[in-house]
């Protein structure tokens, strides 16, 4: 069975920093894209961040040159660094892969608190 377990969560403050990390566990074969969403209260899920296999990346407007999204394929991990965290980033952030088991499928990790205070 495939888990995902992020880490790295916590309360900080504007202009602070944290590192997020997601690991897969389990009998896995493959995994491709790997992505960063997060889940305000009373908001829509949104993706934050993506890493392709190939190490390509995305990021959503709001982010773009304060988070850098990472990946160690030998460790089935990746990694959320986040810069000049503000109120604003304060959500659950969760990990979603892609993984090829007996066959392709999404898997998402139970989700990371964030809260930035100002």
């Known amino acids: 069975q495939v888990q995902l377990v992020e880490s790295g969560g916590g309360l900080v403050q504007a202009g602070g920093s944290l590192r997020l990390s997601c690991a897969a566990s389990?009998?896995?074969?493959?995994?491709?894209?790997m992505g960063w969403y997060r889940q305000a209260p009373g908001k829509q899920r949104e993706l934050v961040a993506s890493?392709?296999?190939?190490?390509?990346?995305t990021y959503a407007d709001s982010v773009k040159g304060r988070f850098t999204i990472s990946r160690d394929n030998a460790k089935s991990t990746m990694y959320l660094q986040m810069n000049s965290l503000k109120p604003e980033d304060t959500a659950v952030y969760l990990c979603?892969?892609?993984?090829?088991?007996?066959?392709?499928?999404?898997?998402w990790g139970q989700g990371t608190q964030v809260t930035v205070s100002s």
């Open positions: 890493i392709t296999n190939g190490g390509s990346t």
């Open positions: 389990g009998i896995i074969l493959s995994i491709n894209d």
């Open positions: 979603n892969f892609d993984i090829f088991v007996r066959s392709w499928g999404k898997y």
